[in-house]
């Protein structure tokens, strides 16, 4: 069965770094875009960024945009998320998902297999 597992979040102070990872297994990795969305307490669930399955297009919102760094490695069935210049507002539980089909979108509605989330906390 399709399984996503997220590591890599934890506590930092603002304007630092943190490096999400999801090791994705079940399917076959490298024909899916992979997508990061995150939910703050008492907000929705929102698109943060994606990476297609083949040549490695980027998608970011804009609040994420020059800072966060999403990347892929298909050998190893995981994709990443490099956080930079991390700010309180930032702080959320990030999730990664895989899209229902092989093309880009920022639509929950488009993914369907979620990891179970890892807890980001930006200090100021």
């Known amino acids: 069965q399709v399984q996503l597992v997220e590591s890599g979040g934890g506590l930092v102070q603002a304007g630092g770094s943190l490096r999400l990872s999801c090791a994705a297994s079940?399917?076959?990795?490298?024909?899916?875009?992979m997508g990061w969305f995150r939910q703050a307490p008492g907000k929705e669930r929102e698109f943060v960024a994606a990476?297609?399955?083949?040549?490695?297009?980027?998608y970011y919102a804009d609040s994420v945009k020059g800072r966060f760094a999403v990347s892929r490695d298909n050998a190893k069935n995981t994709v990443y998320l490099q956080m930079n210049s991390l700010k309180p507002e930032d702080t959320a539980v990030y999730y990664c998902?895989?899209?229902?089909?092989?093309?880009?979108?920022?639509?929950?509605?488009?993914?369907?297999?979620w990891g179970q989330g890892t807890q980001v906390t930006v200090s100021s």
């Open positions: 998902a895989k899209t229902k089909a092989a093309y880009y979108s920022s639509r929950r509605d488009e993914y369907d297999y």
């Open positions: 079940g399917f076959t990795f490298g024909r899916y875009v």
């Open positions: 990476i297609s399955w083949n040549v490695g297009l980027t």
